[in-house]
Nanobody
Framework: QVQLVESGGGLVQPGGSLRLSCAAS????????MSWYRQAPGKERELVAR????????NYADSVKGRFTISRDSVKSMVYLQMNSLKPEDTAVYYCYVLIRRDASWGQGTQVTVSS
């Protein structure tokens, strides 16, 4: 079955960087767009970034444009989120997501905390 496993979260100071990774398995990775979502305490889950199946099209939430970069490695079935210039408002649990036909799959999430 589809499995998404995130890693790379942690505590970082404002202005710092983190790189999140998502290991995907159980489906033909190269055929599907991949996304990162996040959910802060008391807030709804929101789309952070999306990358097309071939990697040529990338979309970002306005709040992270210019600071975050999504990428993928279809040989390793991995998707990444490079996060720079982190702000306290980026604090959230970050989730990897894939929609295969009508079935949505989520990872378990990785906590990112931006605080001094």
């Amino acid at each position: 079955q589809v499995q998404l496993v995130e890693s790379g979260g942690g505590l970082v100071q404002p202005g710092g960087s983190l790189r999140l990774s998502c290991a995907a398995s159980g489906f033909t990775f190269s055929l599907y767009a991949m996304s990162w979502y996040r959910q802060a305490p008391g807030k709804e889950r929101e789309l952070v970034a999306r990358i097309s199946s071939g990697g040529g099209v990338k979309n970002y939430a306005d709040s992270v444009k210019g600071r975050f970069t999504i990428s993928r490695d279809s040989v390793k079935s991995m998707v990444y989120l490079q996060m720079n210039s982190l702000k306290p408002e980026d604090t959230a649990v970050y989730y990897c997501y894939v929609l295969i036909r009508r079935d949505a799959s989520w990872g378990q999430g990785t906590q990112v905390t931006v605080s001094s």
